[in-house]
């Protein structure tokens, strides 16, 4: 059997993946008969991780945690659980949980059969014996729980840990080891640091996919975009670390003499491990940055649908929305000609509804009189007023006819806001120029310049004007 390329075999992680299943074990055999001591509306499970707590709290201070001590902790516990229960019950319960992980009934350390296989690839069968909780006495007539090294290893594996937390900490690992010389180890760790870059990778690329099924789900800036923006720093930080670990293994492999061929071999592997993991937090680093140009595809895919084609203006999207987003200084200037747009001249004078139905209704007499169509059967209605006035239209024909001198359209637009002409005024002398470009009969000859036209709500190219007489002085000499 060859070994995989992260350095250690497969049956071996096979076997290290059993032992910590197997530590399980009695939790879950505790909690499947809690059925014999009536507890079927608690979570054994929970109330051992407890024990196991406040035995570990015990430890770190002293030689264990006093037997009276945890009965007492895990009572309270079972109470706040279920107040109802009595104080029998509850006994009962923590007498259930204590003895279950001293294995009282099994009579000696837990032991479970696990599946092996050796260098040739054949399975044989090995006794796994452990134990959970000791009881010591230190010759006080106390008895003192202490927790094996395989109840601390199945309380710190069920705690939930951030997977760059633990990147972070295998790096250090991994650098220890190898400064130390202990190859062996530091190729296992190797092998680990690959597989948390998978875990990390596989982590963003679900929160990806997330956001772009449903991007009504998510506030992208409040809530992801920090996310990524610690994503790609934590990125950053390991490929820097992990080059550098990368060039340390490398110093070793070159100027290490006393380091055997077995060793050798692993390290090169170990080499191609760390390379493998660098590309992929490089091609890691990418994605991120690519994170909301994505997210952005994914908004315009299913927020904003395309306006269908119509020969009419939307008066409300087109006119309105966008009047409650300007200021009200702009508004005044230009609420004349809003108004002209929202209301819309008069129309002709329409048959009178009324008269039509109370003609229809009328009973139908013996004789038929001749009645026929006349003024007073049609509704009087005022008639629309023109959108300008013949003054206005005798203003900007003076405008035009006043151009003696060439000149561009800039400077007649600042005359006519300095004369304080209406902006209806304006717009019929740029219409009336505007379709003055090629036209021979017109006062003015219209052409356009190589300048930049930009007066208040006018932009575009720059026209020259020239009055038509100033060909005419030029031609005799003046």
């Not at 009934?105 to 796994?128: A, C, N, Q």
């Not at 199945?154 to 650098?175: I, K, P």
């Not at 230009?334 to 139905?357: C, D, G, N, Q, W």
Request: a negative charge; hydrophobic letters at 40%.
């Amino acid at each position: 059997m060859e070994p995989l390329a992260g350095n250690q075999t497969w049956w071996s992680m096979a076997l290290d993946r059993q032992r910590s299943l197997a530590i399980t074990s009695p939790l879950q055999e505790l909690d499947t008969s809690k059925s014999h001591i009536g507890a079927q509306k608690h979570d054994i499970r929970t109330y051992c991780l407890y024990v196991i707590d406040q035995v570990a709290l015990g430890m770190r201070a002293q030689r264990g945690e006093r037997l009276d001590v945890v009965e007492r902790a895990l009572a309270n516990l079972v109470a706040r659980c279920e107040p109802e229960s009595s104080e029998e019950q509850r006994g009962r319960l923590v007498t259930w949980v204590i003895e279950g992980l001293l294995n009282v009934r099994g009579r000696g350390p837990f032991s479970k059969t696990l599946t092996e296989f050796d260098s040739t690839g054949l399975p044989r069968k090995v006794e796994y014996t452990f134990t959970l909780l000791e009881a010591k006495d230190f010759g006080d007539e106390v008895f003192y729980l202490v927790a094996s090294s395989e109840a601390i290893r199945l309380y710190t594996d069920l705690l939930a840990r951030d997977v760059t937390d633990e990147q972070v900490a295998n790096e250090y690992l991994f650098r220890f080891l190898v400064d130390r010389g202990e190859w062996q180890k530091a190729a296992l760790e190797s092998g680990r640091m690959e597989l948390l870059s998978l875990e990390y990778e596989q982590k963003i690329r679900r929160a990806i996919e997330i956001t772009e099924r449903n991007v009504h789900a998510f506030n992208w800036k409040d809530s992801l975009v920090p996310i990524f923006q610690r994503a790609r720093q934590h990125v950053g930080d390991r490929i820097r670390a992990e080059n550098s670990v990368l060039v340390s293994l490398r110093e070793k492999l070159s100027h290490e003499e006393g380091i055997s061929t077995i060793n050798r071999s692993d390290l090169g592997r170990v080499e191609r491990t760390l390379d493998g993991v660098i590309c992929r937090h490089t091609h890691l680093s990418q994605i991120l940055m690519l994170a909301n140009q994505r997210f952005a595809h994914a908004q315009d895919a299913q927020c904003y649908r395309p306006r269908l084609l119509t020969s009419f203006a939307n008066l409300d999207a087109d006119l309105v929305r966008p009047l409650f987003r300007e200021q009200l200084g702009r508004l005044r200037v230009t609420a004349e000609e809003f108004a002209s747009f929202m209301f819309r001249p008069e129309p002709r004078p329409l048959f009178s509804l009324v008269e039509i139905v109370d003609r229809l209704l009328r009973p139908e007499r013996e004789y038929r009189e001749d009645v026929s169509d006349s003024e007073g059967h049609f509704e009087e209605m005022q008639a629309a007023s023109p959108f300008l006035s013949e003054q206005e239209e005798a203003e900007a024909e003076e405008m035009i006819t006043s151009i003696a001198n060439p000149c561009t359209l800039s400077l007649l637009l600042y005359e006519m806001a300095a004369q304080g002409r209406a902006l209806r005024i304006q717009d019929l002398v740029v219409t009336t120029l505007l379709k003055a470009i090629g036209d021979p009969d017109t006062t003015v000859r219209v052409t356009a310049s190589e300048g930049r036209l930009n007066v208040g709500h006018y932009a575009g190219s720059e026209l020259m004007l020239e009055p038509k007489k100033s060909e005419t002085y030029g031609n005799s000499g003046i």
